[in-house]
């Protein structure tokens, strides 16, 4: 295995081949906001925050799905990234109905961390107000469309993790849905084994457990990155 | 199957043939117009005369002037009749006795054909595409035949790299460069896509290909197969095509019968299987990754490149994705020879162009002109230019590309020198617009199809979109302020930089181009600018 060494802003990191940038800012001690990237599951660069400049390359890259390799010069916030990212949540949040007052992870919401950290009080693009259904058929969970930002990690982790497949997403564009089964309510879905994988992996509220009021709901984001190194390096030890 | 007995099938149809053919056009288009009803009355004229053993109705594919169809031509006579009724037969057929035709006669010395110069579509309105033996009377795989047993596949790379075929899918990468690379990656298993997804707003290239010789596509295909080591092969087609799929259907029946496709193709140890697979109509899959997750069975969803298709593509096996009209390029390279056809066009864009000339002009129809003729040439010559008024841009490549204003008329037509004026060559739509035209509602409405069409897997395309389709809403009603436009603007370069596919990297061009050569019409829409007379900093 050979070793790739390069700068992430301005740090200087080696890295084994084949690694992400994400994995080599990480080393580097650099941090790049992501919300779709999910330890332990495969990557699929949608949402766009991990955008990172690359010196020689005129296009910008996500650092979860690009590869290093010998001699990058890799920025990771520059001014236009700064305000992608911005323009990237504002748009999260003018799309669907995010109330963080009345979300019951009001607090230990990505999406409201990534609002803060990317420095958004508002967004300038008008609110679509979209009409959302939420499903509470499941005995333990529900699902509240108005919160989902459609970053599939709940979809990626039934099927890659759990093996069940119970998630996907329906309709194209802004019409887009997270669906269980074939659009059946969770509730009826035979192939959930309510293992709630998919409710720890959701960064918003989208997915929650019943029971919990605002504020109180805390996730175990770190759940399967745990399982996916205790199965492959039969290591149980978080 | 063997040369001679290729050159056997060939001499036996030309001594078939009679020595008129009534050529009637069996394309979508004309079909549209009743042209089968035409054909059917032109067959029964041919009886009814008794002129059977000389005279041929035969349904042929294209002929280029869809705007004036039905069509026929009388085949060596150089008689072109257009907007044919099945009340015409009759009298065309007599005129062959020296009767006089009550159909509309066509020049066939106009512009619009004398100007254009046909590669691709050679034989299209001549032969029948349903009928093998009619492409091999014309040479066909004839080229095939000399890969296989004349070249080695480096050396058919190197034909593909010296002609300067580039992509006709509308990027312009270079032909030969991807053969190359994908006859190098290593792998026992490797795949060729036909990409016949065509989905831009006015543009009927690929599906008019595809109608009037199928042929020429498959053996395009298979000879890139033998270039770069593949054997199986897929044709993804859109449903919204169903006489394409027909009939390319037939083809590859009748091309598998003759061993043209299949196993040890001319007696030599290459395999080459070409199967269709039939995408539902998302415009996003005729993007390359998107198309290879659709033909696996799977949503139509892009993904980030690298890798690209030729590293990991279909089933993660290297696989070579052309465009339809670039694969139907191919036999005639290798037939011509390299260097005939890299003097064609321009230094950059070697070659011909299908374009499907649409929108207020005279002459709406399929042309092929080589690459460094200039939009005025296509559009107030071969076009005839608008039946009222003047021309007030040119929108080439579809909700990828651009407005092109009327001042830059002069600007050859070449992959680079589009993408300089903010446009670019796409698949080969081709809209003309008059002054009647609001270019706002073009740019509104370019962006409610890609709206429609983003797949909503990355944010910037999915929201973005939807948020400059709402701003050019709001601008149209005359509600809007300086500052959405300047937010319009932001938007436009954000979607471009940031959106995952090419779907999202070109869905602002259409908006950009607008901005940039028609900012006049926003800002007299604009609410604080009664007088449209705003300074702004272009």
Known sequence: MSVKTLTIDGVDVAIEEGATLLTAAKEAGVHIPTLCHLEGVTDVGACRLCLVEIEGINKLLPACVTEVSEGMKVHTNTETLQEYRRMVVEMLFSEGNHICAVCVVNGNCQLQDAA????????????????????????????????????????????????????????????????????????EVEACTSCGKCVDACPTGSLFRKGSTVAEMEKDRGKVEFLVTAREEHKWTR | ???????????????????????????????????????????????????????????????????????????????????VTPDDAASIIESLNGGTATANEGDLNHPFFARQMRIVRETSGKIDPERIEEYIAAGGYQSLYKVIH???????????????????????????????????????????????????????????????????????????????????????????????????????????????????????????KVDIRIGAGAFVCGEETALIASVEGGRGLPRPRPPYPAQSGLWGCPTLINNVETFANIAVIIREGAEWYANIGTEKSKGTKVFALTGKIRNNGLIEVPMGITLREIVEEMGGGVPDGEVKAVQTGGPSGGCIP??????????????????????????????????????????????????????????????????????????????????????????????????????????????????????????????GKVAVKS
């Open chain 1, 116 to 187: 803060i950290e990317v420095g958004m009080d508002h967004t300038r693009f008008p609110y679509r107000f979209p009409q959302r259904d939420v499903d509470v058929s499941h005995d333990r969970f529900g699902l509240d469309h108005n919160r989902c930002i459609l970053c599939t990690r709940c979809v990626r982790v039934c099927d890659e993790i759990e093996g069940a497949h119970v998630w996907d997403v329906a309709g194209r564009g802004p019409a887009s849905r997270i669906i269980s089964g074939l659009a059946q309510p969770w509730g």
């Open chain 2, 150 to 272: 004349d070249m080695t596949p480096a050396e058919v790379v190197d034909q593909i790299s010296k002609s300067g075929l580039r992509g006709r899918g509308g990027g312009g990468y270079p032909t030969g460069l991807k053969w190359a690379t994908m006859a190098k990656m290593p792998g026992e298993q490797k795949y060729v896509i036909c990409n016949a997804d065509e989905g831009d707003p006015g543009a009927f290239m690929d599906r008019s290909v595809l109608e009037s010789d199928p042929h020429r596509v498959l053996e395009g295909m298979a000879i890139a197969g033998y270039a770069v080591g593949a054997t199986q092969a897929f044709i993804y087609v859109r449903a919204e095509y169903p006489l394409a799929i027909d009939r390319l259907q037939k083809a590859i029946k009748q091309a598998k019968r003759l061993s043209l496709l299949g196993s040890q193709i001319f007696g030599s140890p290459f395999d080459f």
């Open chain 2, 406 to 531: 009327a001042s830059l008329l002069d600007t050859p037509v070449d992959y680079d020198s589009l993408v300089t004026i903010g446009s670019m060559m796409g698949s080969g739509g081709m809209v003309v617009m008059d002054e009647t035209t609001s270019m706002i509602e073009v740019a509104q409405f370019y962006m409610e199809f890609c709206r429609g069409e983003t797949c909503g897997k990355c944010i910037p395309c999915r929201v973005g979109t939807v948020q400059m389709y709402q701003a050019l809403t709001k601008i149209l009603k005359g509600e809007a302020t300086m500052r959405d436009i300047e937010q319009l603007e932001q938007l436009c370069g954000m979607v471009k930089d940031t959106s995952l596919c090419g779907l999202g990297q070109t869905a602002p061009n259409p908006v950009m181009s607008t901005l940039r050569y028609f900012r006049d019409e926003y800002l007299v829409l604009l609410q604080d600018s009664p007088n």
């Open chain 2, 1 to 83: 199957m063997d040369l001679t007995e290729l050159q056997e099938i060939a001499e036996a149809e030309r001594q078939a043939q009679k020595s008129i053919r009534v050529h009637c056009c069996t394309s979508t288009g004309c079909q549209a117009a009743n042209s089968l009803g035409v054909k059917k009355n032109l067959e029964g004229a041919v009886k009814a005369a008794d002129l059977g053993d000389r005279v041929q109705v035969v349904g042929v594919g294209c002929m280029g002037f869809c705007g004036r169809g039905p069509l026929v031509e009388i085949d060596p006579q150089d008689k072109l009749y257009e907007e």
